[in-house]
């Protein structure tokens, strides 16, 4: 089964940057499709990015566009989330998931079947 654990989360001013990192073990899936979502205070949880490892594609949300970058390690087993020019209103709960590859984007959390425990970013104004 796979296994995701978060790191790199923490209070940054506005304007600055952030690299978070998810560490993922298990070999469960031949193909995985790897994403980020963040939760902000009092707002459900959405979108940010995800990668899909077979072949390095990747896919981010309009909010976030030109500002992460979501890329992989294959030798360390991880994939990292790279903010930059960050925002109060990027401030939440990163969470790393995972789930196999599919033919069809799959942006929403309910097509995902492993989280990790989620860091906090926070931006200050």
């Known amino acids: 089964q796979a296994r995701l654990v978060e790191s790199g989360g923490g209070l940054v001013q506005a304007g600055g940057s952030l690299r978070l990192s998810c560490a993922a073990s298990?070999?469960?899936?031949?193909?995985?499709?790897m994403a980020w979502f963040r939760r902000a205070p009092g707002k459900e949880r959405e979108f940010v990015a995800h990668?899909?490892?077979?072949?390095?594609?990747?896919y981010y949300a309009d909010s976030v566009k030109g500002r992460f970058t979501i890329s992989r390690d294959n030798a360390k087993n991880t994939v990292d989330l790279q903010m930059s020019s960050l925002k109060p209103e990027d401030t939440g709960a990163y969470y790393c998931?995972?789930?196999?590859?599919?033919?069809?984007?799959?942006?929403?959390?309910?097509?995902?079947?492993?989280w990790g425990q989620g860091t906090q970013v926070t931006v200050s104004s």
């Open positions: 990668i899909r490892l077979s072949d390095s594609s990747t």
């Open positions: 298990g070999r469960t899936f031949t193909r995985y499709v």
């Open positions: 998931a995972a789930r196999p590859e599919s033919v069809v984007r799959i942006t929403a959390q309910s097509g995902y079947d492993y």
